[in-house]
C-alpha cells in the first residue's frame, strides 16, 4: 500500500504527503500570543498538520503555525503556508492540529491574498 492510499482502518479522509519543512507556530488566545516556539512538519494533508514541537501542547490548544511552502509562486517568489487552527492529537514533542483557515503568505511579505474557500493547500503537490 503507497503512502496516499488509506487502508479501511485510518479514519483521515485527507491524503497525508510527507512534507518535512520548518514550521512556527504560536499558542493564541484572541490576538493576544502566548507563547511561540518552532520544529518541523512531519505530513501534511489539506485537513491538518502533523509537526515537531519544542515544548509539549495539549489538545484544544488554539494555533497559528507557518510552513515554508515546497513550491514557489511564479517559479521563484518563496511562499509561507499560515494556518490556525485547533491542537487535535498532542503526543509528547508531536502535535496535529486541524486546519481551521489558511492562507499563502509570501515569504516576509505582510500583504497576501486570502485562499479561496474550499481550495485544497495540497493541490500543488499533487
Same mark, same amino acid.
Given at each position: 500500500?503507497s503512502y496516499r492510499e488509506?487502508?479501511?482502518s485510518?479514519?483521515?479522509?485527507?491524503c @497525508?504527503y510527507?512534507i518535512?519543512? *520548518?514550521?512556527?507556530?504560536k499558542?493564541?488566545? =484572541?490576538?493576544?500570543v502566548?507563547?511561540?516556539?518552532? $520544529?518541523r512538519?512531519?505530513?501534511?494533508?489539506?485537513?491538518g498538520?502533523?509537526f515537531t514541537?519544542e515544548?509539549p501542547?495539549e489538545?484544544w490548544? @488554539?494555533?497559528?503555525?507557518a510552513? *515554508?511552502w515546497?513550491?514557489?509562486?511564479d517559479? =521563484?517568489?518563496p511562499?509561507?503556508?499560515?494556518?490556525q $487552527?485547533?491542537?487535535v492529537r498532542?503526543?509528547?514533542?508531536?502535535?496535529a492540529?486541524?486546519?481551521e483557515?489558511?492562507?499563502?503568505?509570501?515569504?516576509?511579505?505582510?500583504?497576501?491574498?486570502?485562499?479561496k474557500?474550499?481550495q485544497?493547500?495540497?493541490?500543488?503537490l499533487?
Amino acid at each position: 500500500m503507497s503512502y496516499r492510499e488509506s487502508s479501511s482502518s485510518d479514519r483521515r479522509s485527507s491524503c @497525508r504527503y510527507p512534507i518535512e519543512r *520548518d514550521v512556527r507556530y504560536k499558542i493564541v488566545d =484572541g490576538r493576544t500570543v502566548l507563547t511561540a516556539g518552532a $520544529g518541523r512538519t512531519v505530513d501534511v494533508s489539506s485537513g491538518g498538520i502533523l509537526f515537531t514541537t519544542e515544548e509539549p501542547l495539549e489538545n484544544w490548544m @488554539r494555533l497559528e503555525v507557518a510552513v *515554508d511552502w515546497p513550491v514557489c509562486l511564479d517559479n =521563484g517568489c518563496p511562499l509561507k503556508l499560515v494556518a490556525q $487552527g485547533r491542537v487535535v492529537r498532542a503526543d509528547g514533542s508531536q502535535a496535529a492540529i486541524e486546519i481551521e483557515k489558511y492562507e499563502f503568505r509570501t515569504h516576509g511579505a505582510r500583504a497576501f491574498t486570502p485562499a479561496k474557500t474550499g481550495q485544497d493547500p495540497t493541490a500543488a503537490l499533487a
